[in-house]
């Protein structure tokens, strides 16, 4: 095993902003790391696109432009995508992410003083499409819901592989225990079908998994550190339900936040990653509810293999985090 690849060493200039689209299901951890590729000046956020699954579509979508233009961000554009699976009937996670998906407060009504978010007629999956075809190779995807958007890009004939720099995706688990059934991850359970389809052409070049984004967990002490601004709030209120439900469900005092801990080890902070291995995964797509959605090591030679976190630094990843975050809840709306 081995860590992720490291980052290039700076020269005398400032690398370029990485080019960047968030695929989220905005719930508790998508809202974190929203505001976190939001405001890094490492990163250039060229879209945002929406699909079902924490909660209902139309949900993610408002969560999403809120929360962006809440951090003076609403010039990145938002596509609107997928509203349920590709095969199956969409399940949700009010228990853990609250009825509209931001724990105990809800982002609902207008403020004027904020801008407009640019949401784009143009759906998710060709949304996509047209970045791989304007821009082939520079543009990185990290994918923190269900697959369905990808894999419907797929289907419409999209090589994610050769059109993006890179996709990576926060689902599954090889040997944790599973947070939806014993062996299945939320996002890989959600949809599947979206997953098989995308490991199947090895779209999908780095995997942060349950193995890797549970190795540190947050709880509200650490965010005392957060500024005192209304968007601070908001975030302390959402997080507090995501504890509560850990409390509840999984005996901890705290909360793993899963999304913005991919998007730091993927992007910003490489070297948090401690440990990777390369494997060609399968997702389990049979009627048996015990078993879709989970990931299994494939034989099949011609199945192109991934790079999975396996470990990640807590310690390091909870300091990069939470000085991200505090950066974000201090930016001005716009």
């Not at 000046?41 to 060229?46: C, G, S």
């Not at 949401?119 to 520079?138: D, V």
């Not at 190795?215 to 209304?230: A, C, I, K, Q, S």
């Amino acid at each position: 095993m081995k860590p992720m690849e490291e980052p290039e060493p700076a020269g005398s200039l400032p690398p370029p902003r990485r080019p960047v689209i968030l695929d989220v299901d905005t719930g508790i951890d998508d809202m974190v790391a929203l505001l976190i590729a939001a405001t890094a000046p490492e990163l250039n956020l060229r879209g945002v696109t929406c699909v079902a699954g924490n909660v209902e579509l139309q949900h993610v979508a408002r969560n999403t432009g809120k929360i962006l233009r809440l951090v003076g961000r609403g010039d990145v554009p938002v596509s609107i995508g997928a509203s349920r699976p590709l095969a199956r009937r969409l399940r949700t996670a009010y228990d853990t992410h609250g009825p509209t998906g931001t724990g105990y407060v809800e982002l609902r009504g207008e403020d004027r003083a904020l801008g407009t978010t640019d949401y784009t007629a143009i759906p998710a999956s060709r949304y996509l499409a047209a970045h791989a075809q304007r821009h082939p190779g520079e543009v990185s995807v990290v994918a923190l819901g269900p697959l369905t958007n990808l894999g419907a890009a797929i289907s419409e004939g999209l090589n994610l592989r050769d059109g993006m720099r890179e996709v990576v995706w926060m689902g599954g688990t090889l040997e944790e225990r599973g947070n939806t059934t014993e062996t299945g991850e939320w996002n890989a359970c959600v949809d599947p079908e979206a997953a098989e389809m995308c490991l199947a052409q090895g779209a999908l070049t780095k995997i942060f998994p349950l193995d890797a984004t549970q190795d540190v967990l947050f709880t509200m002490d650490d965010l005392r550190g957060l500024p005192d601004t209304h968007l601070a709030g908001i975030v302390r209120d959402a997080v507090r339900f995501y504890v509560a439900f850990h409390r509840q469900a999984d005996g901890v005092n705290g909360c793993y936040l899963h999304d913005p801990v991919a998007l730091i080890a993927s992007l910003l902070r490489p070297e948090l990653v401690t440990d990777t291995v390369t494997e060609r995964l399968a997702c389990d797509t049979s009627e048996d509810p015990d078993l879709a959605g989970s990931l299994y090591r494939s034989d099949a030679r011609d199945r192109p293999a991934a790079t999975i976190a396996t470990a990640i630094n807590p310690e390091g990843m909870r300091a990069e985090l939470l000085m991200r975050l505090a950066r974000a809840c201090g930016a001005p709306p716009g």
